[in-house]
């Protein structure tokens, strides 16, 4: 399983971007999946989730600004950020996981200027 994130750039404060992960097989109609981010000297961090069936979860930081959902005839999940915070600035990456395995994308640079 391939996954290729996109969307990322440079914005301004409060600005808003749509990253997408594209999968190369059908695999997030039944995998549980997720975007995290990881800013320089920091770990990387959980901001949203999305399982098989519907239900989502946000990190506190982000609830109210993001937004994740997927498209399954595209393959494709996506994360929706919106009033952009210079916190924000990071590389985010999509990841999809089930028991005993996880893949993941490469990831795609959010840079938030204030």
């Known amino acids: 399983v391939q996954l290729v994130e996109s969307g990322g750039g440079l914005v301004q404060a409060g600005g808003s971007l749509r990253l997408s992960c594209a999968a190369s097989?059908?695999?997030?109609?039944?995998?549980?999946m997720g975007w995290y981010r990881q800013a320089p000297g920091k770990q990387r961090e959980l901001v949203a989730a999305l399982t098989a069936g519907g239900s989502t979860n946000y990190a506190d930081s982000v609830k109210g600004r993001f937004a994740i959902w997927r498209d399954n005839a595209k393959n494709t999940v996506y994360l929706q950020i919106n009033s952009l915070k210079p916190e924000d600035t990071a590389v985010y990456y999509c990841?999809?996981?089930?028991?005993?395995?996880?893949?993941w994308g490469q990831g795609t640079q959010v840079t938030v200027s204030s």
């Open positions: 097989t059908k695999i997030f109609s039944i995998n549980d």
């Open positions: 990841t999809t996981y089930g028991v005993g395995y996880d893949y």
